[in-house]
């Protein structure tokens, strides 16, 4: 009993370490905890921890996952929303991580994005550049209905 207790103190120790380094979600903890030879039942004691100490915060996570995906790797909700269903997160904190996104700049950094890809095609007609920069900003993860809104601002 009591090296089970000493155990899941180490556990702790470990997981609250690598959560001080970089944002965290609940559902890798766990999958950490289980690797290192953990029980679901101390997994999810370590886990209640670890949020009471506000090591781990899933909406926190989501939050800086979906700025980081959108500045850094200019990815569409899409794309997001199904990588952090990937990880096992709620629908409800996704859902409200993706609707803290800016707008405007989303729509800006949408159109940017568009019209760096139609500068990059070279010779071809209309309909197969406007086919290239669908397929690409789908790609990217962005929502058809607003690629195809502003479409005839990149292609003239």
């Known amino acids: ?9 180490e556990y702790f120790n470990r997981m609250a370490r690598l959560c001080s380094k970089a944002e965290q979600c609940s559902p890798d903890i766990r999958k950490k905890i289980r690797e290192l030879g953990g029980t679901s039942l101390m997994a999810e004691q370590i886990i209640a921890r670890l949020e009471q100490e506000n090591f781990l ?10 700025g980081d995906k959108i500045k850094l790797n200019q990815w569409g909700r899409i794309k997001i929303h199904y990588y952090l269903k990937m990880k096992g997160l709620d629908e409800k904190v996704i859902e409200r991580g993706l609707d803290a996104i800016d707008q405007e700049e989303y729509i800006r950094m949408l159109i940017r994005i568009m ?17 290239q920069i669908i397929r ?6 962005f929502e058809p209905e607003l690629i195809h809104r502003y479409l005839n601002e990149v292609i003239d």
């Open 1 to 9: 009993m009591e090296s089970e207790e000493k155990e899941s103190q």
């Open 136 to 141: 690409f900003t789908q790609s990217r993860g």
């Open 57 to 66: 915060n899933d909406e926190r996570f989501v939050t800086h996952y979906v």
């Open 115 to 131: 019209k760096e890809k139609a500068k990059g095609i070279k010779k071809k007609g209309k309909y197969e550049k406007m086919g």
